[in-house]
């Protein structure tokens, strides 16, 4: 069985910076896709970017803001955000599709991390 586990949330003044982790563990075999979502209060979730085969996708608003990575040796997926403003405050989700011996999981979500940008 995998896990999910996000860190590096906080609070942060406008224009400040924070990277968000998230750790994979269990029998990792390969990592094919992730995503960051996001969820603020009274709001629906909704996709902040994402990776896959090497392309990377994000959310207009976060584009020239935040940048996901990921690597497959340490089985992480990071968030960073730059330049981060008040309307950034939500939990943020970590999201993948995974393979762990012989079964692959997709959209497999972690617990959540909180980001909270004051003015």
């Known amino acids: 069985q995998v896990r999910l586990v996000e860190s590096g949330g906080g609070l942060v003044q406008a224009g400040g910076s924070l990277r968000l982790s998230c750790a994979a563990s269990?029998?990792?075999?390969?990592?094919?896709?992730a995503r960051w979502y996001r969820q603020a209060p009274g709001k629906q979730r909704e996709l902040v970017a994402g990776i896959r085969g090497g392309r990377t996708n994000y959310k207009d608003d976060v584009k020239g803001r935040f940048t996901i990575s990921g690597d497959n040796v340490k089985n992480m997926v990071y968030l960073q955000m730059n330049s981060l403003k008040p309307e950034d405050t939500a939990v943020y989700y970590c999201n993948a599709d995974l393979v762990s011996g012989p079964i692959k999981y997709n959209d497999y979500w972690g617990q959540g991390t909180q980001v909270t940008v004051s003015s």
């Open positions: 269990g029998t990792i075999l390969g990592i094919n896709a």
